[in-house]
Structures are given as C-alpha cells and as structure tokens.
C-alpha cells in the first residue's frame, strides 16, 4: 500500500504556487496525495470561473483529491474581511481534519501566509500523533506587524502563545529563507533542527518569441507578480518618475500583476507614457515578458521581516537568466550581491532608487552579460527543483515518533 500524504494549504491549484509542483511530484514518486485547502480566490478575492463556494466542496486534480472548504470573498479590499480570511480556514479547515486526518501517514503544511491556516495540520498532529511538517514561507508574528497591525502588549502576549503553540505541535519545519531560523528559533520545540529548502525556479520556455513592450528600441524594467502596499511599488514609481527626460524616453516601466494596490499606483504614474501597467497574465505566457524585458525587479518594503523573506519571484528571475534589479535588502540582497545577479538600492530611499535606475540604463551589454552567466549557475545548485523537493520528502517521511 502506497503511504498517503495530507497537504494543508491555503492556495492550491488553480492558484499558482510552488506547493503545485510538490503535490505533483509526490504523486509521481506513487505516494497518495490528498490536499485540504480553500475554494480558490486569490490573489482577486473573487471565487475562480468554474468554482462554488461553499462548506465542503471536493475535487481532482492529475489524480490528487482535493477538498476544499469556504472561502471569504473580497477580502483585497477589507481588512475587517482579511481577518476573517485568516479564521476561516482555521475553523472549517480543522473540522475537516478531525473527520478525516486518521487515514494519513504524513502531514504536510505549505504555510504560504497567515500561521493559523495551518491548525488543521496540528490538529491531526494533536488527535492522532501524525508525523507533521511546515514549510514556512512567511513568518509569524513579525509579519502580521509589517503588514500594519499595531504591536500592543495583548496581540503580541497572544500571537507569541500561538506561534509557540504551533510550532511545539510539528515534527519538523522547513524555512524558505536562512533569515526565518533566527525570527522562529524563540518559538520551536528543543531539539527541532530548520531544514534550508527554498522556492525553485519557475520552469520557463525561454524559446518563446519576445512580446513587443514598446514600438520603439528602450531599456525595460519589469515587475511581475502580486501588486500591494508591501511590494513598494509606490517608491518604484515615484523614482522612475524622477528620471531626467533623456533617461526616461529611452526606458519603460513595466508592471504586470493585479493587487489591492493596482488602482492607487495607476494614479500615481499620472499617465506617464513609460510606465505601462500590462494587468495579470497567464502563466505560461511570462516568458515572452521575460524575455522582452532587460532588468526585473524584485522589491518589499524596508520592514525588518522583509529582509529576511526571499519572494518566490526571485528564483523565477534567475531562471528568466535576466540581470535583477533588487530593491530589497537583506538576504535577497545578499543573494544578488554575493552572486553578481545585478543592482541593488536601498528600497527606502527614493533618490538611491533613481540613481539605481540611471546605473542600469547605462550598463554596457558585456557586464549584463556576466550577471546571466552566474544565474546559469545559481540554477544548477542552490535552486534546483528536484534537489529542493527531495530534501523535503526526506524530512518528512524519515521522522520516526
């Protein structure tokens, strides 16, 4: 008998995101895969074409069963409803788990966001004593902070005791980032080692043709992915839009991505001609983007757990073999610096943001050309797929109670 394997996810297919490609890859290696998560809405808050909302809903994908519990809607918008996003899952998504968590050997955690979507995996933890791992993306509760939540005395007494809790009721964590271990170190059980298993890079058909981004011949900077406040977009903006006119009229901004911010900086930009909001696109036609493109730029805003979070974007950008434009800092920062992938700049500081831009528009052909040499390599080892998704089979699966 194949041993079965439980996902507890926030997002999963139709949704992208990395935890497509484990559940895939486990279900290729003949383990049963099942996954409990949401009806899908992100990143619009609006429930995907094809999808009903409610209680318990159940569907397939390639052979994984996914159940799937109520989603709160128009939660983009609301932060009253983004709360609610954050209990919801924990309630619903616990009361499956404690119908359905006995027939699984592992639990698998995907803690993409909010720390309390993955109650569900301790409560089986809890109940029937399953071998269960987190693979932390975000890191509570520094990030609930960062994203605008006052830290009184009581929502940090609180959040301390829950992350605790959490994180005592796991046999094993995975940290997306190095930075994570000294932000979760206070909060883990003795004796619990962290596991490095960082996003890999998206697979990109590179051969696809070019999209044209402009009539004319300019240097383009790309932005790709989710569009909110903590993405520091807003900076960005307002530095491109600082450039001196010889500057800006052989360049282009592009931002491609939907989010609660999109209406605000569409605003911002006041109809400059270089910055040209290209809206959410399919997946598999951003390599044309890519390719189209001479800088991406990754960027969050300069609150101390950002430093620490390396977005997923990033490996997708060294497999687009493109220069990056960081401005970020900490350990994404680290990573372009120590492995000259591109530029950095401070991403608080609007005029270093400008000159970051200057520099880039200026570079010669033969320097971008070795920051592509050393994404090639980056690839075959720190940010391979397989070497990654191996790593987390075998923490999983080699606990022993």
Request: net charge positive; charged share 20%.
């Amino acid at each position: 008998m194949p041993k079965k394997i439980l996902i507890v996810t926030e997002c999963f297919y139709p949704e992208e995101f990395k935890i497509n490609d484990v559940a895939l890859s486990w279900k290729g290696k003949g383990y049963d895969v099942d996954v409990l998560t949401l009806v899908p809405t992100y990143p619009l808050g609006k429930v995907f074409l094809g999808y009903k909302n409610g209680f318990f809903r159940k569907n397939e994908y390639q052979g994984i069963n996914i159940f799937r519990v109520h989603a709160v809607t128009g939660y983009r918008d609301s932060t009253v409803k983004k709360i609610f996003k954050y209990i919801n899952f924990m309630i619903f998504g616990s009361i499956v788990a404690i119908f359905i968590g006995r027939r699984y050997d592992y639990v698998f955690g995907f803690n993409l966001g909010s720390l309390t979507d993955m109650l569900p995996a301790v409560v089986i933890r809890k109940l029937y004593k399953k071998p269960t791992m987190f693979w932390v993306q975000d890191v509570w509760p520094d990030s609930v902070y960062a994203y605008g939540f006052k830290k009184t005395k009581m929502l940090s007494t609180l959040l301390d005791a829950f992350v605790k809790f959490m994180h005592h009721n796991i046999t094993a964590v995975a940290i997306s980032s190095k930075g994570f271990e000294s932000k979760l170190e206070p909060y883990i059980k003795k004796g619990l080692k962290f596991n490095y298993a960082p996003n890999w890079a998206d697979d990109l058909d590179m051969d696809m043709d070019p999209i044209a981004l402009s009539k004319n011949q300019k240097i383009h900077f790309t932005f790709a992915g989710n569009v909110g406040k903590v993405q520091n977009l807003e900076n960005i903006i307002n530095a491109f839009c600082l450039l001196p006119d010889g500057y800006q009229k052989k360049s282009q901004l592009n931002i491609i991505g939907d989010g609660s911010n999109l209406i605000f900086l569409k605003k911002l930009s006041n109809n400059n001609p270089n910055i040209i909001f290209h809206g959410k696109q399919m997946r598999e036609d951003m390599a044309k983007f890519y390719k189209a493109s001479d800088f991406l730029i990754v960027s969050l805003i300069n609150e101390p757990i950002f430093s620490v979070t390396v977005p997923a974007k990033t490996q997708t950008y060294i497999a687009a073999k493109k220069p990056i434009l960081a401005i970020i800092n900490g350990d994404v920062a680290d990573i372009v610096n120590d492995n000259s992938l591109g530029v950095c700049a401070d991403p608080s500081n609007v005029e270093l943001i400008k000159k970051s831009f200057e520099k880039c528009i200026d570079m010669p052909e033969n320097e971008k050309f070795k920051f592509i040499i050393n994404n090639t390599k980056l690839l075959e080892t720190t940010f391979n797929k397989d070497s990654i998704i191996n790593n987390l089979t075998s923490q999983l699966v080699g606990y022993n109670d």
